[in-house]
């Protein structure tokens, strides 16, 4: 059974940064499947955006061997909050008032 993808864009801009920056640092998928400790076919199927749900390991195993931040790997930027201070009390409030988990 094959798990649907939730963010394609992700998929996308990370198949294609992990074939170029694998290219970029001269490694063969041999190469970054041995330094994380995976399998050469499970790199060829992120390169081709077919492994559309990776493990949070998976991940940080692909940063670690293709010496990259994770923001580069999926092309976002992970750093910042979702939600202003602002926003998550407005949330709270609202979920006080309504019901739901709170913060």
């Given amino acids: 059974m094959t798990r649907p993808d ?3 864009e992700i998929t996308s801009h990370m198949a294609s940064f ?9 490694l063969s998928l041999d190469d970054v499947a041995n330094r994380m400790g995976s399998s ?8 081709n955006g077919r492994s559309k749900n990776p493990t949070l390991w998976m991940i940080l195993g692909l940063c670690e ?3 990259c931040s994770l923001n580069a790997l ?3 930027d992970v ?7 602002s926003e998550m009390a407005l949330i709270d409030a609202h979920r006080k008032i309504f019901g739901g988990p709170s913060q």
Avoid: C, N, V, Y
């Fill in 65 to 67: 061997a293709l010496q």
């Fill in 79 to 85: 750093s910042q909050p979702l939600f202003t201070e």
């Fill in 74 to 76: 999926i092309g976002k």
């Fill in 6 to 8: 939730h963010h394609p």
């Fill in 18 to 26: 992990i074939r170029d920056r694998r290219k970029a640092l001269g």
């Fill in 40 to 47: 050469k076919a499970h790199i060829w199927e992120l390169e």
